[in-house]
């Protein structure tokens, strides 16, 4: 079955500290491959996706993920965070080429001190 | 993007009694999903609800107990029936928009 692992359960970091979250998952075909953000109190929002072409994909408030096949990853990246990143992270994955269900890792929940 | 509304946000109910959660999204969409999200976990997909059948649900979820109704393309309900502190959780609507799954606000549901 497939299986989305995302590393970290709750990072901590200071402002304008870099961010790396982590996300591996396990099925070997296309895949479709998201970040979702939720707010506190807010609903969830997709932060980017990735579906083909370079795996290099910004998506918004300076975000951007790193679609590796070899490793099966799509780590989430930040260069500089801020307190209004604090939040919770959802990696996704769906079978590419099909109507197939969104898979959810765990989340991780990010705390930016001010 | 599609724009999602779900009601209620919340409520608190008794054990027993059932609850009809109620979707609307501000476009026409083929796929809709109803999520659960338990406290300190992640999304876990109860059924994929399309216009014109039945729902399809995933393992560990039953119509009877998660009744789905999908009358047109705009509108959905969840129902959560014969409900036990168990059941307390979030319930996400979601639907597919062009290759993109949108989420709703969510209704927090508490079961005494």
């Known amino acids: 079955a497939q299986s989305v692992s995302q590393h970290n359960h709750h990072v901590i970091l200071s402002e304008a500290a870099s961010l790396e979250l982590g996300c591996n998952y396990s099925?070997?075909?296309?895949?479709?491959l998201f970040w979702y953000v939720q707010y506190p109190g807010q609903h969830l929002q997709l932060l980017l996706k990735y579906f083909s072409g370079d795996p290099l994909v910004k998506g918004i408030k300076g975000f951007e993920a790193e679609f590796i096949k070899s490793k099966f990853s799509f780590n989430l990246r930040k260069p500089s965070v801020q307190w209004s990143d604090t939040a919770e992270y959802f990696c996704?994955?769906?079978?590419?080429?099909?109507?197939?269900?969104?898979?959810f890792g765990k989340g991780t929940k990010l705390s930016v001190k001010p | 993007s599609a724009v999602i509304s779900q009601k209620p946000s919340r409520d608190i109910c008794q054990r027993g009694t059932s609850l009809t959660i109620q979707c609307q999204v501000d476009s026409q969409v083929t796929m809709m999903f109803w999520y659960r999200q338990q406290p300190g976990q992640s999304l876990t997909l109860i059924a994929t609800?399309?216009?014109?059948?039945?729902?399809?649900?995933e393992s560990g979820f039953v119509i009877d107990k998660f009744p789905i109704s999908r009358p047109n393309l705009t509108f959905s309900t969840l129902t959560v029936s014969n409900m036990s502190p168990e059941d307390s959780s979030i319930y996400l609507c979601s639907v597919q928009f062009k290759d993109t799954q949108y989420f709703g606000p969510g209704t927090r549901l508490t079961v005494l």
């Open positions: 996704a994955v769906k079978r590419g080429g099909s109507q197939g269900n969104l898979i």
């Open positions: 609800a399309n216009q014109g059948s039945e729902a399809t649900y």
């Open positions: 099925y070997g075909g296309t895949v479709n």
